[in-house]
């Protein structure tokens, strides 16, 4: 199982201080962090993308380029690429050169994003937020898996004889996750195409993470990938650490009331019991998330959020001390427990390479396009 953080890459001042860091303090805070999750034993950082203030990620391949050539172990990966706005001949290069250049550390999360505005400035309309992502996503798996692609489609002019450049490492193309919050028309896709599939598990109590998360393993089931408890799952949540429970929940509390996510709305208490939000020791943050596997089954991926609402890097980087030392040994020891053997691990660019030697050819252009279709339908 892998574990690791997420970051949103939001500007936010600091409520107890009244501090505002510049958009290059926090970019830079965020290759800190990135970097500190390495040395204290994370398996994977991953960055959101957005396009509008208050926050700085807009250029993730930019970011995690410049991280990859600072770490030797971290798997890179995004938290979400905008598959509706941005163009899929952009995100087939973009990608394979971050393959190349960290040595295959490297997968992308695929979203739509929820930001209205970001659409028509990128020429698309939010109304086609659902076959934007089917119609890009067909084509960006033909761009990944053939040498040279026709194409034509209706939201994005046709390709004639285009062959991308550089190809994927190892001819292996980035493991896909499709991820969400609340819309079930993802979880199929994943589950079409036999992708990944994240849930973001940050807002929503774990009644709805349930059913989209079971959804999405009974139709990769459904369409031949393997066993429901084989589907490939990932999960957010957010935390904040001291070693004494009060002290945490004393020093949280501003950032939290405050906060542009969810500040001035339920209290801590009350979001803390109808979220995965959980604030408090080490040892409570190990019993929620390893209460996820109830709900969630055997999965591969946690992914926590901890640099948020304005908490300052020195905060940060302590929190990465606390999961490093005190939360993940334990949870790697404990999620092992009863995990059958069939059930995949997290994946990884050197077992994509091994099971695709292993499956032979690749899907012909006209399976990949009449999945596209129906999907599309």
Do not use: C
Not at 211 to 222: K, P
């Amino acid at each position: 199982m892998q574990f690791g953080i997420f970051t949103v890459g939001d500007v936010t001042g600091d409520p107890t201080t009244g501090y505002m860091p510049t958009e290059a303090e926090r970019i830079r805070a965020t290759v800190q962090i990135a970097k500190k999750a390495e040395e204290v034993g994370l398996d994977v950082f991953a960055t959101g993308e957005h396009h509008n203030p208050p926050f700085v990620p807009s250029s993730p391949t930019t970011l995690l380029g410049y991280i990859a050539a600072q770490t030797e172990r971290l798997l890179l990966s995004t938290s979400t690429t905008l598959i509706t706005t941005n163009d899929p001949v952009k995100i087939a290069e973009d990608f394979s050169v971050l393959q190349h250049l960290s040595g295959g550390r490297v997968d992308v999360m695929l979203g739509r994003g929820n930001t209205g505005p970001v659409y028509p400035w990128f020429g698309q309309d939010i109304r086609a937020a659902i076959p934007l992502t089917v119609e890009h996503y067909g084509l960006l798996r033909r761009l990944w898996r053939e040498e040279v692609v026709d194409w034509s489609g209706k939201y994005r002019t046709p390709l004639q004889g285009f062959t991308l450049a550089p190809q994927p490492l190892d001819g292996v193309p980035p493991f896909v996750w499709h991820g969400s919050i609340r819309t079930p028309e993802v979880a199929e896709l994943a589950a079409y195409y036999g992708d990944g599939f994240f849930a973001n598990h940050i807002f929503w109590p774990a009644f709805h993470t349930k059913r989209m998360v079971q959804l999405y393993r009974q139709r990769f089931e459904h369409y031949g990938h393997g066993s429901a408890d084989q589907a490939i799952v990932g999960l957010g949540g957010q935390v904040f650490m001291r070693p004494n429970s009060q002290d945490a929940v004393a020093e949280f509390r501003p950032y939290f009331d405050n906060a542009p996510v969810y500040g001035h709305g339920p209290s801590l208490e009350e979001f803390t019991a109808q979220t995965p939000l959980t604030v408090g020791s080490p040892q409570q943050v190990i019993d929620r998330t390893l209460s996820f596997r109830e709900y969630a089954g055997d999965y591969q991926r946690q992914l926590f959020l901890i640099d948020h609402a304005g908490l300052p890097l020195k905060v940060v980087l302590e929190q990465l001390d606390l999961l490093g030392e005190d939360v993940i040994p334990v949870l790697r020891r404990e999620f092992a427990i009863g995990r059958p053997d069939h059930v995949p691990g997290g994946p990884t660019h050197e077992a994509l390479v091994e099971a695709a030697a292993s499956a032979g050819p690749t899907p012909s252009a006209a399976a990949e396009s009449d999945s596209s279709e129906e999907q599309q339908a």
